[in-house]
């Protein structure tokens, strides 16, 4: 059974940053392609930015470009989610999401396969 568990979220002014970290275990981690989703209430999960096994592709959404980094250790079956400048429009639940092999699409979540808990992330003004 994969499990996928998301930490760092919390509390942070506007401007500021934070790093999510989600750690994967009971399956080769390297065979996943990773992602982070958020949602707020009221609206659908929404794709925040992916990552292909070996870390040399990276995808984001408009919103964060520039402004948060995806990236993986795979020695340490992590995915991390550096974000700066945040802003409140930030807000939400963040997910983190594997994909198993050979699949194609990255943007919606029916393209994945395991989710973690989520962790909050507030941001404010």
């Known amino acids: 059974q994969v499990q996928l568990a998301e930490s760092g979220g919390g509390l942070v002014q506007a401007g500021g940053s934070l790093r999510l970290s989600c750690v994967v275990s009971?399956?080769?981690?390297?065979?996943?392609?990773m992602a982070w989703f958020r949602q707020t209430p009221g609206k659908e999960r929404e794709f925040v930015a992916a990552i292909v096994w070996d870390g040399r592709d990276t995808f984001y959404t408009d919103s964060v470009k520039g402004r948060f980094t995806i990236s993986r250790d795979n020695a340490k079956n992590t995915v991390y989610l550096q974000m700066n400048r945040l802003k409140p429009a930030d807000t939400a639940v963040y997910y983190c999401?594997?994909?198993?092999?050979?699949?194609?699409?990255?943007?919606?979540?029916?393209?994945?396969?395991?989710w973690g808990q989520g962790t909050q992330v507030t941001v404010s003004s």
């Open positions: 009971g399956r080769t981690f390297r065979s996943l392609a």
């Open positions: 999401a594997g994909q198993a092999p050979h699949k194609l699409g990255f943007r919606e979540t029916s393209d994945y396969d395991y």
